[in-house]
């Protein structure tokens, strides 16, 4: 028994013996541990300041007529002051390094501010040194690890260095114009009508400057944002939106504890139709007055059948048949636009006034059934898109198809006779609608039924995020669509 507690005790003193050095070495590594977690930390911190700040800059100082695809690189010019101040260094010594940084102090006077102020560790040898580049798509020097498969003629690519002592981090970001394809439903302005009610089903990311009002149970298949919460109808039982995508209301409360507001989402603005307009001048089509067009195809390809009326007196009618991929995709008219038939190609259409829907507007090949269809339509109006009275009955039935890219800078997309108690069937739409003011295509009753016009059935066409129509505007700031730090050993630091 004596024995074998000695053993017992024995053992248990070796135990402690070698659990205590592990401690004690623990211990003895902490500061080192500290200081590499310390100078990463501050790495990163630099190097992502910088980063941040370029693309920041990139938002706020390219124009909108300035296309990047022709820039073999460029080069972002920051205002330094600005840009140690988002760093924040985490040291006692902050207002000496950005002393430093400007210029406003040498080496010798930095080291003797830090060895009198000195933490954990010895900050009077640690070197600083940033560098920031910026390239297109293009670039004949582009990294190669570059994440390519992101990028296309509307982005840029940034990489951020920075070294603090012996670590070096690169921050690298990929910043992107995105087209408004990407949204489901955007309007700018909602004016308190009600857009979806009971039985309309709307898939992918729908947003509104203002808020909605719903009434019934409509029901989300996206995200829903809007700048501030939805209402329900004025003298109706509260509505029970399906929210089966989320909802992010764009308000926060700030540090006073008052309700702020992010900034509103860019709406299109009519000179985005600048680059179609300019295209149908130089490999488009280009028509000074109203205009009907009819798509159609056969073995020859994709046609659309242009009808107007010459300056003759009197006027007479003029059939102009184009084949679709002869022209650069830009068809513009001075006037007004009615269209309707089955796309086969990719064209994007401006009219400087409305554009009727006359009927169906569908693509030879169905993206909904197969995604590889390369069928596109963009249509651009500074009016009004309206919905004929009978174009759901030009083939018969009661409901309408609608494939494509909408944008109605100043309008809305309306239907023709909305009050004529017709009960249509469904609004079958199919691609990405942005109207400045919001107009409802049904009349309801107490409960959100429709009683006169059109259910809407409404699905964003994701392909359109990548596969955007020819000359399709874009928004103006750039979106930061890739961010990665990584961490770099000394000898990998980038030099011009």
Same mark, same amino acid.
């Given at each position: 028994?004596?024995?074998?507690?000695? /053993?017992?005790?024995?053992?248990?003193?070796?135990?402690?013996?070698?659990?205590?050095?592990?401690?004690?070495?623990?211990?003895? @590594?902490?500061?080192?541990?500290?200081?590499?977690?310390?100078?990463?930390?501050?790495?990163?911190?630099?190097?992502?300041a910088i980063t941040e700040y370029a693309a920041k800059s990139f938002k706020l100082t390219l124009q909108p007529d300035l296309d990047i695809r022709k820039n073999t690189r460029r080069k972002g010019e920051? *205002?330094?002051?600005?840009?140690?101040?988002?760093?924040?260094?985490?040291?006692?010594?902050?207002?000496?390094?950005?002393?430093?940084?400007?210029?406003?102090?040498?080496?010798?006077?930095?080291?003797?501010?830090?060895? *009198?102020?000195?933490?954990?560790?010895?900050?009077a040898t640690y070197n600083l040194s940033? *560098?920031?580049?910026?390239? $297109?798509?293009? $670039?004949?020097?582009?990294?190669?690890?570059?994440?390519?498969? +992101?990028m296309d003629g509307y982005s840029i690519a940034l990489f951020g260095y920075s070294t603090y002592d012996d670590v070096t981090v690169l921050s690298e970001a990929i910043i992107k114009k995105e087209p408004f394809t990407k949204y489901s439903y955007?309007?700018?302005?909602?004016? *308190?009508?009600v857009t979806f009610s009971t039985g309309d089903t709307i898939n992918g990311h729908v947003h509104t400057n203002e808020?909605?009002? /719903?009434?019934?149970?409509?029901?989300?298949?996206?995200?829903?944002?809007?700048? !501030?919460?939805?209402?329900?109808?004025a003298n109706a039982d509260p509505a029970l939106p399906?929210?089966?995508?989320?909802?992010?209301? +764009?308000? /926060?409360?700030?540090?006073?504890?008052?309700? @702020?507001?992010?900034?509103?989402?860019?709406?299109?603005? @009519?000179?985005?139709? !600048?680059?179609?307009?300019?295209? $149908?001048?130089?490999?488009?089509?280009?028509y000074p007055n109203d205009i009907d067009i009819l798509f159609y195809h056969n073995n020859n390809g994709g046609f659309a059948e242009i009808s107007f009326l010459n300056t003759a007196t009197p006027p007479q009618t003029v059939i102009d048949t184009v084949r679709l991929d002869s022209t650069n995709g830009a068809i513009v008219s001075n006037g007004s636009v009615s269209i309707q038939g089955e796309l086969f190609g990719a064209v994007t259409i401006y009219a400087a006034n409305d554009i009727h829907i006359t009927g169906d507007i569908t693509y030879r090949t169905n993206p909904i059934y197969n995604t590889g269809s390369t069928d596109r339509l963009g249509l651009l109006t500074n009016g009004n898109f309206i919905v004929d009275a009978n174009a759901h009955n030009v083939l018969g039935v009661n409901d309408l198809d609608i494939f494509g890219a909408l944008i109605s800078f100043n309008g809305s997309l309306v239907l023709e006779d909305l009050n004529d108690g017709v009960l249509r069937g469904d609004l079958n739409f199919f691609g990405s609608l942005l109207q400045k003011h919001s107009a409802i295509i049904g009349t309801l009753d107490e409960d959100g039924n429709v009683i006169s016009g059109f259910r809407r059935r409404h699905r964003h066409d994701k392909r359109l995020a990548e596969l955007?129509?020819?000359?399709?505007?874009?928004?103006?700031?750039?979106? +930061?669509i890739y961010w990665k730090d990584k961490i770099l050993k000394q000898d990998r630091i980038f030099t011009q």
């Amino acid at each position: 028994m004596g024995r074998n507690l000695l /053993f017992l005790v024995t053992g248990f003193t070796i135990l402690f013996g070698i659990i205590q050095s592990n401690t004690s070495k623990r211990i003895a @590594s902490i500061p080192n541990s500290f200081s590499k977690y310390y100078k990463i930390q501050q790495a990163r911190s630099l190097s992502s300041a910088i980063t941040e700040y370029a693309a920041k800059s990139f938002k706020l100082t390219l124009q909108p007529d300035l296309d990047i695809r022709k820039n073999t690189r460029r080069k972002g010019e920051f *205002n330094t002051l600005d840009l140690i101040d988002s760093t924040k260094f985490k040291t006692r010594s902050y207002s000496a390094r950005k002393d430093y940084i400007l210029g406003r102090i040498n080496e010798a006077t930095l080291n003797q501010i830090e060895l *009198n102020n000195r933490n954990t560790f010895d900050q009077a040898t640690y070197n600083l040194s940033t *560098n920031l580049s910026a390239y $297109s798509l293009i $670039s004949d020097d582009l990294p190669e690890d570059t994440k390519v498969e +992101l990028m296309d003629g509307y982005s840029i690519a940034l990489f951020g260095y920075s070294t603090y002592d012996d670590v070096t981090v690169l921050s690298e970001a990929i910043i992107k114009k995105e087209p408004f394809t990407k949204y489901s439903y955007f309007s700018d302005q909602e004016n *308190n009508l009600v857009t979806f009610s009971t039985g309309d089903t709307i898939n992918g990311h729908v947003h509104t400057n203002e808020h909605f009002t /719903f009434k019934g149970t409509p029901t989300f298949l996206g995200l829903v944002t809007s700048m !501030d919460e939805w209402t329900t109808n004025a003298n109706a039982d509260p509505a029970l939106p399906n929210f089966n995508g989320g909802k992010d209301i +764009l308000t /926060f409360l700030n540090w006073r504890g008052e309700s @702020s507001q992010y900034d509103e989402l860019d709406f299109p603005k @009519s000179p985005g139709a !600048d680059e179609v307009i300019n295209a $149908s001048l130089n490999g488009g089509k280009n028509y000074p007055n109203d205009i009907d067009i009819l798509f159609y195809h056969n073995n020859n390809g994709g046609f659309a059948e242009i009808s107007f009326l010459n300056t003759a007196t009197p006027p007479q009618t003029v059939i102009d048949t184009v084949r679709l991929d002869s022209t650069n995709g830009a068809i513009v008219s001075n006037g007004s636009v009615s269209i309707q038939g089955e796309l086969f190609g990719a064209v994007t259409i401006y009219a400087a006034n409305d554009i009727h829907i006359t009927g169906d507007i569908t693509y030879r090949t169905n993206p909904i059934y197969n995604t590889g269809s390369t069928d596109r339509l963009g249509l651009l109006t500074n009016g009004n898109f309206i919905v004929d009275a009978n174009a759901h009955n030009v083939l018969g039935v009661n409901d309408l198809d609608i494939f494509g890219a909408l944008i109605s800078f100043n309008g809305s997309l309306v239907l023709e006779d909305l009050n004529d108690g017709v009960l249509r069937g469904d609004l079958n739409f199919f691609g990405s609608l942005l109207q400045k003011h919001s107009a409802i295509i049904g009349t309801l009753d107490e409960d959100g039924n429709v009683i006169s016009g059109f259910r809407r059935r409404h699905r964003h066409d994701k392909r359109l995020a990548e596969l955007v129509p020819p000359f399709y505007p874009r928004a103006k700031d750039f979106s +930061l669509i890739y961010w990665k730090d990584k961490i770099l050993k000394q000898d990998r630091i980038f030099t011009q």
